[in-house]
């Protein structure tokens, strides 16, 4: 409790009857208005607790969610871009790219939905893996690197079956059904190997020729250049889709691998498909 | 303030307000009541007063050609397509720190000028001093002088009094609305603005701010007055870091004027009392109890008891632009002298020239130029043509079918004038190195051109390639240049070309 309440000789205020190591505080009273604004404020807050959410179980006179703001946010941003989806959704692929405005607007779209629906297996910036994920920013295209040849595998899909224009190719499995030997397969192995000069061992090399003539040329073709008509990969390159060493090669001819790739038409926007095909075209520069 | 003593006067021999027992938490504001005043402070503080508002209210209106499809304002802040224009420059979000930097020269400005000459900011170009003194100058020439207006507030409610106080307030509002209409043309186009806001086309943003800075404008100028500066007001608490001894403060030559009383009266010095300096005080205070926290330093009571001084045919100065030095050395000088012309005399010997260069202001006037040299260096060196590289880092680099490396870029050109001309971009780097940009043409030599976008960024993916057999480091440096039509480069960045680890 304040003791000594007495006149600043300086000021002429009463102190507060406070006192530290001989200072004392003076009584200044805070201005009314300072004390209306302060009731303002509070009034200000019961209205708005009463209005918005403000206690759990609560949920506010005005009904205010904040999920629904975001919905209706959400609703706004599409309905603006409504008019570019339609022309996107009409448009094709080389259309699009022709178009600075629409091409801005389809890569910066596509990489989101790059990232969302296709990232997980090629990677984010669609550099792919070893072991059945094909890098889409290389040069080297199973099924053809042309703005058409990467809608038509994002439409369709690889081996999913989910669709008749799905892309398919089947290897024999030439160890698992007994096409070939073990000894056989290991020579066509040297044989793959020395389309890219590292065969180690000539004569099996040479051995494994001539069977590659008789069982894979109709697809891989004769120098190994392989056929996007039945999607059958290039051996000549150095790009390897499942591993480059011998052993990758020979478990590859004994029992071959085969990825799947949803079909994305029906899944995705006919407009969000056009918008990937330029962004996965864009990435290594197509074809 | 300094380390020379206040001034001691008895205060306590006011009556207090209420005995201390009940003695209010909350005050109510004493209603301050500022005289008109004629003189030299005041002519130079309308002077002031009319050239902020003239900026103020017609910069905005200010038109400069910018061509096709820009806003055609000088002065203009447009946060919708992020950009600052300023007569002839134009800054862009990453070049906000020219307004920072502006605004530290601002407040070193502030701290050299205050150090030197008080609070000339507060009493001169504050704002809140200027529209306080267009709302009182309104509020005088409808309700009348002090007197007069004293006179109104006590008197009956009857049509005289409802009649002017609707009318200053209408007024108020006027100005109000002007207030902050201009302040809205400078976030957009002065005329349209005007034109929307008056048809009720304007958005809600618009009213928004039209609105809060009307308002804010009415309620501060017109009501809440010196209480912004004594209650509100930070810069009032930390300026006496700025001002020493040597700096002009408005001071109250106590040595001259005390003890005060009667003009006739011998032994009274020159104040007589007449409580002209207090009623013509916007802040209501009374500067002859010495440097006070409320004192804007206006001067006002400079002018009032000159004016009172020059009737009784004695020197002006009695309140006077002095400094706290010159103040104690007068006093000093006329200790013990009995009131008249020879402690004047004395007193007014005893004073010096103000000391400008002193550590204080040597150090507010290095920083002062060194942050402009800055500035204008920066600004000199501003590109407006910028070209920047990411270069993609999933993947790192790409291994292509004849075992070559690829890298991929993204190349921005970021284009702050209007000009289109597009330019070609060349690669520097080791021998084998070729590039190839998507979706563009070539030039004559084959080189890539960049087209760049008006006002814009444009933005290309650039494939950078080593062909297989070709070995490459894990990091090589590359520059990339644009080149006009001359074959100049006009802007060049440096990125590296990543390949794999030996
Ligand atoms: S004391 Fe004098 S200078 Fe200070 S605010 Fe009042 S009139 Fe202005
Ligand atoms: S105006 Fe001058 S003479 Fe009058 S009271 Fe103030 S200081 Fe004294």
Redesign the interface.
Known sequence: MPTK????????T?TTGHEWDGLREL?T???????YTFYACIAFGVVWMVIYPSLPGWKGTSGWVAREAVVADVAAAQARNAPMMARLREATPAQI?ADPEL??FAIAGGRGAFANNCASCH?????GAVGGFP?L????WIWGGSLEAIQHTIRHGIRANESDDQRQSIMPRFGADGLLTRAQIDDVAEHVLSLTNRATDQAAATRGAAIYAEQCVACHGDRGEGNREVGAP?LA???WLYGSSKRDIVAMISNPRAGVMPAWQGRLDPAIVNMLTVYVH????GE | MSTIEAPQRAKADRPAVTPAADQPLYASRTKVYPKRVFGKVRSVKWAVLIACLALYYVVPWLRWDRGEGVPDQAVLVDIFNARIFFFWVELWPQEIYFLAGALILGAFALFAVSSLFGRLWCGFTCPQTVWTDLFMFVERWIQGDRNARMKLDQGPRDANYWTRKSLTHGVWVLIAAATGGAWVMYFNDAPTVTREILTGAASTQVYFFFALFAGFTYLLAGWAREQVCTYMCPWPRFQAAMLDENSLVVTYRDWRGEPRGKPRDDATGDCVDCFACVHVCPTGIDIRDGQQLECIGCGLCVDACDSVMGKLGRPKGLVAFETLKNLSASAAATAGMAPGAARQKAGMAARHLPRFIRPRTILYAGALTAVSVVMLGAFLLRSTLDVTVIRDRAPLFVRLSDGGIRNAYTVKIVNKTREEAPLALVLQAPQGFRMVVQDVEADAQGRPLLARRADGIAQYRVLVTVPGGQRVAESTPVTFRLLDAGGRAVASTSSTFAGPRP
């Open positions: 309440i007495e006149k600043d000789s300086l000021t002429g009463d009584n009273p805070l201005p009314k208005w300072w004390l790219i091409r801005a990677g984010a910036g669609g550099q890098s920013a290389d040069d080297d290039r390159d150095q790009v864009s990435l290594g520069g």
